[in-house]
């Protein structure tokens, strides 16, 4: 491990820091990687010392599973000991990409990756930075590097290198910038209980797009499904309170903070700013991909601007904001 302030902040990622990061990774260090989703916090799945120092670099508790990412689904056979029919169709339609599964684990698979739970999550990434960094990983022997988002414990995901710096800087060996992260929300998971494949957790690919390709739609989470850290309420959080309101009650909901000389700041959504408002006001984008692609960064810098209380306003109904609606319900849970 590094000492404090020792993180190297990579850009751009050219293949001579590509090569520098997989090293720093197989001597058992903590790299940050850009993905297509969110930027992860990388360490050697097959090493327990390296996995373990995830968990104190993140301030998360012991016992939450992660998810190992694969130069190519070529290298499932070391982590998955079964693969159902149904996750090898789902791999080959939606890899690379933000698409998490969870199987069977072998015995590589180790407690310090799975929280002790007989199953694995496993996902090739499509960011191209995550590609070749996973790529020069496995040239020195390297099976998988275990991923969580690389942000604090609870704290908002981060989408740029700047917000693991804010988050993580000094913890982790390398921060390799990939740019501002496309997808900008978690992959989806999916798990296979039995055979049946169950929606784990809302993502970057729909419900929908699955149910097609397996020919059925993935069922809910019952009490039989692995437990799943990211299914936590007030996961995802600013540190300001947040609050979900409906657009039409948003100008009676301004109003009645500020006469309480609250301080408001605003996730908007394809709204004008209220003539007389000062305060920080966001407009995002209006569709789905647009909204969940800056959803966090929004977040971030509504957190940072001194409010007393963000009010974001709820998403509307309709499958394609299911992942949105999922993280805000987090991100603006209390208690
Ligand atoms: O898009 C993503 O998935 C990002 C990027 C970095 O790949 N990673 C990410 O990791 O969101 P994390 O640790 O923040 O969330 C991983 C989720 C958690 O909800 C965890 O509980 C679940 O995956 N998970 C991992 N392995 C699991 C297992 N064996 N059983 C059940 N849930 C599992
Ligand atoms: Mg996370």
């Known amino acids: 491990m590094k000492t404090p302030g020792a993180t190297e902040r990579v850009h751009p990622a050219d293949d001579a820091s590509i090569?520098?990061?997989?090293?720093?990774l197989a001597a058992g260090e903590l790299v940050a990687v850009p993905t297509e989703t969110v930027y992860g916090l990388g360490a050697d799945a097959a090493n327990p010392a390296a996995v373990a120092a995830i968990y104190s670099a993140k301030g998360r508790p012991s016992g939450h599973p992660l998810i190992v990412h694969l130069a190519d689904a070529s290298h499932l056979g070391h982590w998955a000991r079964e693969i159902p029919e149904g996750a090898r169709r789902l791999a080959n339609a939606f890899w690379p990409g933000p698409l998490t599964l969870i199987l069977p684990r072998t015995a590589l698979a180790g407690d310090a990756v799975t929280g002790g739970q007989d199953t694995v999550g496993l996902r090739v990434p499509s960011h191209p930075v995550a590609r070749a960094l996973l790529a020069a990983f496995a040239r020195l022997g390297g099976l998988g590097v275990a991923a969580p988002s690389a942000n604090r414990y609870g704290h908002v995901s981060p989408t740029t290198a700047a917000h693991v710096a804010s988050d993580l800087g000094g913890r982790v060996a390398m921060i390799v910038d990939g740019g501002r992260c496309d997808v900008g929300i978690e992959s989806t998971i999916v798990a296979f209980v039995d055979g049946r494949a169950v929606l784990m957790r809302p993502g970057g690919i729909g419900a929908d797009a699955i149910a097609r390709v397996l020919g059925?739609?993935?069922?809910?989470?019952?009490?039989d499904a692995p437990r799943a850290s990211g299914t936590h309420l007030s996961h995802y959080a600013p540190r300001t309170a947040a609050f979900l309101v409906d657009a039409h009650a948003l100008?009676?909901?301004m109003l009645r903070l500020s006469e309480r000389d609250e301080v408001v700041a605003v996730l908007a959504r394809r709204a004008a700013r209220p003539a007389g408002f000062d305060g920080p006001w966001i407009?995002?984008?209006?569709?789905?991909?647009?909204?969940?692609r800056e959803l966090y960064a929004n977040l971030r810098a509504l957190d940072t601007a001194g409010a007393d209380a963000i009010l974001v306003v709820a998403p509307p109904a309709g499958a394609d904001w299911d992942a949105v609606r999922?993280?805000?319900?987090?991100?603006?849970?209390?208690?």
């Open 19 to 24: 090569e520098r990061a997989a090293r720093s």
């Open 326 to 335: 999922d993280r805000l319900a987090r991100a603006t849970h209390r208690g």
């Open 216 to 223: 059925r739609a993935p069922e809910p989470p019952g009490a």
């Open 283 to 292: 407009d995002a984008p209006g569709d789905a991909e647009g909204y969940a």
């Open 251 to 253: 100008a009676t909901e």
